[in-house]
């Protein structure tokens, strides 16, 4: 490896998650951090597959002296730079270089926080300080898990500061977190991180074998169920089966593909596909109906008066069906339109 590249490893790495609201605190976070930084930072922000790759970096650069990058495959990290996770790809770190990983959403996302924090943790043990910003739902709450058990430092946003809190409250519901602060709050504790003596610590077992698992991106039923226990659940994705990981109370699934949920989201992945179902149920029996209406007409035209009524009571009966259904989907459309979920 050339010696360069060596003397500007960073001694540090700040992993750094946010989701709804993530850009702006993003912009505010990065900007208190001095260009002698003794660390890289990498950031996953959630956001749509189909964003230009270099709207996040451009975006963070005009607020950071600290040079901002996108992400590549095997790019070396060099202490002051922060490189930011592209669409549609998981970003994981190892030793001194990034990887870049194309398999399954974890958490419904692609790039996962949990993802790069869990890799981060087993790369760089201690010496790995591991942020979460505003959010919904809970990617990086596993991750925080991972990073605090390897000896890793973990930090959230104060969920009253925070514009979603839901994603630091997670983490702060699930794992003794080190730091609850504001964001101006967040540079200064890090540079006292920095001061502190870092020991060499082992990761769990668990956590390197999950680990190698998101690495490889292509698992078997044999890897998977060193870590958790079969469930009655199916993957919302594959239709395997789904195994259970649980840390105390925190409970995540992960099949054998390698699609990964907490509760909340196996339950949102539960929910859309029950009603995609019954889309699919509603358009089936309006077909029936019709056509049921269609034999019936056919039958009075030949004078078969008791055979059309039975085929229009058939289908009277069907539209009371259908228009419960009807009822159903509609209050759920609603309720997304208020920012709530019926379940």
């Known amino acids: 490896m050339d010696e360069n590249k060596i003397n500007t490893a960073p001694g540090f790495v700040i992993v750094v998650g946010?989701?709804?609201?993530?850009?702006?605190?993003?912009k505010q976070l990065l900007g208190q951090f001095e260009s002698d930084i003794p660390a890289a930072i990498l950031v996953v922000l959630h956001i749509s597959p189909v964003i230009n790759e270099g709207f996040i970096p451009g975006t963070l650069q005009s607020s950071t002296s600290l040079k901002v990058l996108k992400a590549e495959n095997n790019l070396f990290l060099e202490t002051g730079c922060i490189y930011v996770a592209v669409p549609d790809a998981h970003l994981l770190v190892k030793e001194n270089y990034l990887l870049l990983g194309f398999g399954p959403e974890e958490n419904r996302w692609k790039p996962s926080i949990d993802v790069l924090f869990r890799s981060a943790a087993v790369a760089y043990g201690e010496r790995c300080i591991g942020i979460?910003?505003?959010?919904?739902?809970?990617?990086?709450?596993?991750?925080?898990?991972?990073?605090?058990?390897?000896?890793?430092?973990?930090?959230?946003?104060?969920?009253?500061?925070?514009?979603?809190?839901?994603?630091?409250?997670?983490?702060?519901?699930?794992?003794?977190?080190?730091?609850?602060?504001?964001?101006?709050?967040?540079?200064?504790?890090?540079?006292k991180i920095f001061q502190k003596e870092v020991t060499t610590s082992t990761a769990p077992k668990e956590i390197l074998a999950?680990?190698?698992?998101?690495?490889?991106?292509?698992?078997?039923?044999?890897?998977?169920?060193?870590?958790?226990?079969?469930?009655?659940?199916?993957?919302?994705?594959?239709?395997?089966?789904?195994?259970?990981?649980?840390?105390?109370e925190f409970a995540r699934y992960r099949c054998h593909i390698g699609h990964s949920y907490t509760e909340e989201d196996l339950l949102l992945k539960q929910t859309n596909a029950m009603h995609s179902t019954l889309w699919i149920s509603l358009r089936i029996m309006e077909?029936?109906?019709?056509?049921?209406?269609?034999?019936?007409?056919?039958?009075?035209?030949?004078?078969?008066?008791?055979?059309?009524?039975?085929y229009e009571l058939k289908a009277a009966q069907l539209e009371q069906h259908i228009n419960k259904m009807k009822g159903i989907l509609t209050d759920r459309v609603e309720n997304q339109a208020e920012g709530t979920w019926k379940i």
Request: hydrophobic fraction near 35%; include cysteine; charge should be negative.
């Open 18 to 26: 946010a989701s709804a609201g993530g850009l702006s605190a993003l």
């Open 132 to 191: 979460i910003l505003t959010g919904l739902l809970n990617d990086g709450t596993a991750g925080m898990d991972a990073i605090k058990r390897c000896g890793g430092v973990t930090i959230i946003q104060d969920p009253k500061q925070a514009e979603f809190p839901e994603m630091p409250l997670s983490v702060l519901e699930n794992i003794h977190v080190d730091y609850c602060l504001t964001l101006d709050k967040m540079a200064p504790a890090v540079q």
């Open 210 to 248: 999950e680990a190698a698992i998101i690495e490889k991106m292509q698992t078997g039923s044999y890897a998977v169920s060193q870590i958790g226990d079969p469930t009655v659940y199916a993957c919302p994705d594959c239709g395997g089966i789904l195994w259970e990981i649980k840390n105390g």
């Open 287 to 310: 077909e029936r109906k019709s056509l049921l209406e269609k034999i019936a007409r056919q039958n009075r035209q030949k004078g078969y008066n008791r055979t059309s009524k039975e």
